[in-house]
């Protein structure tokens, strides 16, 4: 694929991109659009069915009374009629608001037949009523009022349980006009509660004889769900309101606390105890239509504060989504631009530039090179362009000088590496093989961290039949190591064979560590003999890590505890350390490899660790010993490489030979 394409394809890309994330964003203004859609058609219905409510409640009042009276009075009977009107009005305004609303709201169906069921019914109670009420009909209208009141208050109820499903449908997620919908509720409650006990204890100041404890039981408890309804409504007051919403609930609450909730307490103390109350019927209905329209004038500052927040939020969601459409469009004028632009600024000056170092690729240093006068990323190109021409021949040369250096490397690294083969096969020619001289059996284990080490040792049988053996380690790694533990392996050899008569091994430890050169690295060592004629053994310790007795019935036991290395402090002195060395016994010697070799968390392996491994297998033979070693230290590893250089040395002194094995 072309640059150009992969230009035109990225900025088509990105514009698609931004596209998708407008188109995507005016999808989620339009859903919030369609939902303040629903929010206003919602809260107009339940405006509506609010209003309505609390008229049928007004009109069961009016009726309930006129019925326990007997004898209608007209100016009642006219306010009646004016209730009645008034709540077909208000529930016809619900119904119509319904049916305009259908296409934004859910279940419109359902709630405008539950609608229909209730008008219904309400005209055929109020058919009841108005027979009770005709004054050629000698009806007892006292009789019929609790019917009428239970029937009514169904459909109250019925009402405020459509308005519920309503808000339980649509409910609004913003915390005021959650509140405000909340506060609506509550107040409903306590506009109910009032209205109930408005009848109740009309009814009971009418014919105080016949109000039974039922009555006044539901007076108790209208009473406590009107107060209940003020706690709830306290409780929504944290959420910051509007001005006049609070100054109506506060002078709602304050008419209610002062004046209406004390009468009420004070007549239903009276109808308990069965005092005649100083308060007649038609004041005590004034007194509470006084405060309904408290509560009406409260619900009608909530109606009014959520109507216009929700049109504000209504009329904020359409100016969001014309602005998200205007994006839309610039979106993509911008694309379209940009694909123009990027083809004619871009597109065009790669492919002459890229044509160009084509040819200089394939060594055509006679094509000609684009003439470009910008001062952007272009026309630099351009520039470096040139100077790439310019200096390709310099570059080839310079290649081929390269060329050949890196084969002369190569040819040196062979020949270094063939060297170090070389010199680690002969370093391990230089190592005993396992062996028995005389009663003495000995096997070694040795590993380098490197081609070649800078570990060795030796066991060599002098003239007058003793065996004397040392291991060295010296400081450092690779073939400045390797060479210093030749000379090492050279020098304790001749020692050891050269030794005369009553030369101890800490003199000739001392001797070599006096002369050795001070520009050379220090080693570490163990130089000891086994006694041909006795049960003995002795060492000199020199820095090296002590090593370990394997007694032939299975103890291990820890000889010598450090000394200085050879080459590090001129005037040092060393000390000889005998021990009982019998058949069956093993001498293990170790450099510091071994114990200081460290697992994959930086742990190292321990003399600790040694001696319980060596004692758990003290039994097995020094083969198994050593291969039982090697193979717990590759675990303990978790690889076949070293850091260190490992050399182990274990001898054993066997048991002493028969007579015929003498003669033999």
């Known amino acids: 694929m072309k640059i150009r394409h992969i230009l035109l394809i990225l900025t088509a890309f990105l514009g698609a991109a931004l596209l998708v994330a407008v188109a995507v964003q005016i999808r989620n203004e339009i859903l919030k659009y369609q ?58 305004a619900a119904e119509a608001e319904i049916g305009r609303t259908k296409a934004s709201l859910s279940n419109t169906n359902g709630s405008l037949a539950s609608l229909v069921r209730i008008r219904e019914e309400i005209g055929t109670l109020r058919g009841q009523v108005d027979g009770y009420l005709a004054p050629d009909q000698p009806l007892r209208g006292f009789e019929f009022a609790p019917r009428w009141f239970q029937q009514a208050s169904r459909l109250v109820e019925e009402l405020q349980s459509s308005r519920m499903t309503l808000l339980q449908r649509e409910r609004p997620l913003d915390p005021v006009l959650r509140t405000e919908a909340n506060l609506r509720a509550f107040a409903a409650i306590l506009s109910e509660s009032i209205a109930r006990n408005q009848a109740l204890v009309t009814h009971a100041l009418v014919r105080m004889a016949e109000t039974g404890s039922l009555e006044l039981d539901a007076i108790s408890q209208n009473a406590g769900r009107a107060g209940l309804a003020w706690e709830l409504i306290d409780g929504q007051l944290a959420v910051p309101l509007s001005e006049k919403v609070e100054k109506a609930v506060s002078s709602t609450h304050e008419d209610y606390s002062t004046t209406f909730a004390p009468l009420q307490r004070s007549l239903l103390a009276a109808f308990i105890g069965r005092v005649p109350p100083a308060l007649s019927p038609d004041q005590w209905y004034d007194m509470t239509e006084r405060s309904l329209r408290s509560v009406a004038l409260m619900q009608q500052e909530l109606l009014t504060s959520s109507r216009e927040r929700l049109e504000a939020e209504l009329s904020r969601a359409q100016r969001t989504v014309a602005l998200w459409s205007a994006l839309l469009l610039l979106g993509i004028a911008a694309v379209i631009t940009s694909a123009l632009v990027v083809r004619r600024r871009v597109v065009q000056p790669l492919e002459g530039l890229s044509d160009a170092m084509l040819k200089l690729a394939d060594n055509d240093l006679t094509t000609p090179l684009p003439r470009l006068t910008r001062a952007d990323e272009i026309g630099a190109m351009n520039d470096a362009l040139r100077v790439f021409k310019a200096n390709a021949i310099q570059r080839q040369r310079a290649q081929s000088e390269k060329q050949l250096l890196h084969a002369r490397l190569r040819d040196a690294y062979r020949q270094l590496r063939k060297d170090l083969e070389a010199a680690a096969v002969i370093q391990s020619t230089m190592l005993p093989a396992a062996a028995t001289l005389g009663d003495v059996r000995y096997r070694g284990l040795f590993r380098p961290s490197s081609l070649i080490a800078g570990d060795t040792y030796n066991v060599v049988r002098r003239t007058d039949g003793g065996i004397g053996f040392f291991q060295v380690d010296v400081a450092g790694h690779g073939a400045p190591a390797a060479l210093v533990s030749v000379a090492c392996h050279h020098t304790l050899s001749q020692a050891i064979l050269t030794r005369t008569q009553g030369t101890h091994l800490e003199e000739i430890a001392a001797q070599i560590n006096e002369d050795w050169p001070e520009d050379l690295p220090y080693f570490t060592m163990i130089l000891g003999e086994i006694d041909p004629r006795g049960q003995r053994a002795s060492i000199v310790q020199a820095g090296h890590p ?80 050593l291969e039982t070693l090697d193979g717990v230290l590759r675990k303990w590893r978790g690889s076949e490489t070293l850091d260190d250089d490992l050399s182990v040395l274990m001898l054993e002194r066997l048991p002493e030979r028969t007579q015929a094995d003498a003669v033999h």
């Open 546 to 625: 002590s090593p370990l007795v394997i007694r032939r019935g299975g103890t291990v036991e820890l000889i010598g505890d450090g000394g200085f290395p050879v080459g590090m402090i001129s005037s040092a002195s060393y000390e000889r350390l005998e021990f009982d060395f019998g058949p069956g016994d093993r001498l293990l010697i170790f450099s510091d490899g071994l114990v200081e070799a460290e697992n994959q968390e930086g742990e190292q392996f321990s003399e600790a660790r040694l001696r319980q491994l060596v004692g758990e297998n003290a039994t097995g033979t020094t083969p198994a010993v």
């Open 35 to 92: 939902t303040a859609q629903r929010m206003v058609a919602s809260n107009a219905v339940r405006e509506q069915l609010l209003l309505g409510t609390d008229a049928l409640a007004s009109e069961r009042s009016q009726a309930y009374v006129l019925l326990i009276r007997e004898a209608g009075e007209s100016d009642k009977l006219y306010k009646l009629r004016e209730a009645r009107r008034r709540v077909d009005a208000l529930l016809s």
